[in-house]
Structures are given as structure tokens and as C-alpha cells.
């Protein structure tokens, strides 16, 4: 099976920068993906990473190490719109076809003023 | 956006009667997913498609069925709606095999008294 592990609630303030890791154990890897939810919305594709380093697109950053199977999210320069939930998730390798995402927990991010 | 689109947005019913909720997409996306999502649990795959009369099980498949008469429709069913399935139910879609990112649509809202 396969299980992501991110920690449930992160509160920062405006202009600061955040770290959201995601820790997974998966029997087979492609690669971590992250989306954004806002209340009440649908979950958005944010970032991918199938190699190891970082994947940079605007504010927000992706870090994958394969090798620790350990990724992390980065949002930089943090505005109010920035106060979502944001979830990782692995693709299984396993999987006969079609592109099953498992998803972690999700962490709630809060900016302050 | 992607064109994906739900139905109904709400609905509340009661224990033991069947539901059915509509996913439809204007992509001509190939491979279609059902998603529950529960506080504290993230997002759930309960059945996927990967084409036309083609389906799998995800991980919490129990008491759901799908079917996929057409490229752009993906029903869901619960046959005999229990409380346990109150939830957020997503749909949604990707192109390619393969493909790490996917596009939700709004979600259904859907109580269980």
C-alpha cells in the first residue's frame, strides 16, 4: 500500500515563507505531485516532481529527495489567497492502467495579517 | 478551466435509498476518478475509469458502483445510501496515461441522514 504523512495545520504571516514536507512509503514510485484547495473549492494541480531538487514556478517551490522519500512545499512571500489547504500525493506505479493518486492528509495553511 | 461539471451540487437523502451523481466532461479526456473527501482524510479514490465500460476499484470502492456509457459521463451510485457516505464527493479527469496532474471539478456536497 501506500501511505503520505504532512503535518495537519501551519499558520504563518503575510510575506513570511512556509514549508509543507510530505514524508511517503510507497511499494512503487513515478513521482509527488502537490495541489491547492480553498474552502469550498476544488482541488487544483500546483507542482510535479519526478526527479530529485527543487522545481520552482513563481512563489512556490517543489522539492522532491527520492532517496529519503521525502518531498516538501514551499511558498514564498506569502499573500492572504494563500490560505488554503494543500495536499501531496504519489502516483502508483502499480497500478494496471489509468493514473491512481493517493493522497496525504492535507495541510491547512492559515496567513495571518 | 477544464470543462468538468456535477450533479447534483447538494443533496441530502436518506438511509437505505439508492443516490446517483453525474460527472461530465467536455475535454474528451480519456481516464475519469471518483474522489470522497473526509476531514482529517484528504482524498479517497473510490472507482476510476480508464475508458469507455472500462473501470477498476480504488481504495474505499465498498458500497459504490460506476459506469461509463460514454466518454464524457461517469456516474457514481450508492446503492443504499448509509451515513457513513455524508461526504464531499469530487470528479475528476486527465488526459494522458501517465498524467500526474488532474482536474476536479466542483464536487457534490452529499448528506446522509
Known amino acids: 500500500g501506500q501511505s503520505l504523512e504532512q503535518p495537519s495545520e501551519v499558520t504563518a504571516v503575510e510575506g513570511a515563507i512556509v514549508q509543507i514536507n510530505c514524508t511517503y512509503q510507497?511499494?512503487?514510485?513515478?513521482?509527488l505531485s502537490w495541489y491547492q484547495q480553498h474552502d469550498g473549492g476544488a482541488p487544483t494541480f500546483l507542482s510535479y516532481n519526478a526527479l530529485d531538487g527543487l522545481e520552482e514556478t513563481g512563489r512556490f517551490s517543489s522539492f522532491l529527495s527520492r532517496s529519503d522519500s521525502y518531498g516538501y512545499l514551499l511558498l514564498q512571500e506569502l499573500q492572504m489567497k494563500d490560505s488554503a489547504s494543500y495536499f501531496c500525493?504519489?502516483?502508483?506505479?502499480?497500478?494496471?492502467?489509468?493514473?491512481?493518486?493517493?493522497f496525504g492528509g492535507g495541510t491547512r495553511v492559515l496567513v495571518k495579517p | 478551466d477544464a470543462g468538468i461539471t456535477q450533479s447534483p451540487r447538494h443533496k441530502v437523502t436518506e438511509t437505505g435509498t439508492p443516490v446517483t451523481l453525474r460527472c461530465h466532461q467536455t475535454e474528451n479526456h480519456r481516464y475519469m476518478y471518483w474522489y470522497r473527501q473526509d476531514p482529517g482524510h484528504g482524498l479517497r479514490l473510490i472507482h476510476y475509469s480508464y475508458g469507455v465500460k472500462d473501470t477498476d476499484k480504488g481504495e474505499v470502492s465498498d458500497g459504490y458502483s460506476v459506469s461509463r456509457s460514454k466518454t464524457e459521463d461517469f456516474l457514481l451510485t450508492l446503492e443504499s445510501a448509509t451515513s457513513s457516505q455524508t461526504s464531499v464527493y469530487f470528479c475528476?479527469?486527465?488526459?494522458?496515461?501517465?498524467?500526474?496532474?488532474?482536474?476536479f471539478g466542483p464536487g457534490t456536497r452529499l448528506t446522509v441522514t
Open positions: 500525493a504519489v502516483r502508483d506505479r502499480r497500478a494496471a492502467a489509468g493514473n491512481k493518486l493517493t
Open positions: 510507497t511499494s512503487g514510485f513515478y513521482g
Open positions: 475528476a479527469i486527465s488526459e494522458l496515461a501517465g498524467d500526474h496532474e488532474q482536474y
